[in-house]
């Protein structure tokens, strides 16, 4: 039952072991050594658990971290000053405010504040604005995710209909303009909550990336035979069995969907730990300064 699954864990483990060799390089040749400053405010337990394991990885690769952990009522002010801190000190190539933040903050004021040539998760406007046009720039974690485990798996996207659903900053509209560019040449359609036929949309996808946050929303009758799906979704839903009392689910209904795919990925092992993977990648291409130099 398992060869049509598109395995992350494995394919991500792949990356970060060129990525670990290419830092050792780096540093008996130049004696730079990688590193990336994480902040996070408030508790909320699914980003706690995220920032824990990037932290994990850069300690696996041998790439210097440090984290700010500020209370859930931590100024906008105070989070501006440790971004303006990491902004000027020299062994930090790559800086990560962890999303959500606190409701009393401006999410976007604090994405502008950061250095967009340290801006490794690509959400500054000029990273944003340069991934459009097609130039250099840090490519979103998670779309760079996405489409290293299609380029990995030999899934070709030229002239294929990719339909995303979901058109969040972080994943629906990067890949979506990811996927539009000459590298990939799809055909594109984004799907959203106000979408009138949703099913009609993605019956006619070659590509499906499911990236709308709700648990089990693709079934079977929605994609067409023989399609590539992504599942982006990472739901907590109740399993009192558990030691935790939650269980991970995608935005598939993995069961319903696997006869009738070609190739999917599972929840969890598979689009996420490709986000850790490239969030490590684009921390070393600044550290190599082969983004700006
Ligand atoms: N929250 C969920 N995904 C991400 C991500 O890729 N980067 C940041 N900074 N926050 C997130």
Redesign the pocket.
Known sequence: MLDKIIDGKSISSGIKSEIKSETEILKSGKGIVPGLAFILAGENPA?VV?VRNKGKACEELGFYSVTERLPENASEESIIGLIKDFNQNSRIHGI?????LPGHINEQKIIETIDYTKDV?GFHPVNAGRMMTGEKCFI???PYGIVELLKRSNVKTEGKNVVVIGRSN?VGKPVANLLMRKEFNSTVTVCHSKTVNIKQHISGADIVIAAIGKAGFVKRDFIKEGSVIIDVGINRTENPGSKSGYKLTGDVDFEDCYEKCRLITPVPGGVGPM?IAMLMKNTLDSAKGVIYG
């Open positions: 980003s995220y990560l405010v962890q999303l959500p998760d979103p974690c998670t972080i986000t």
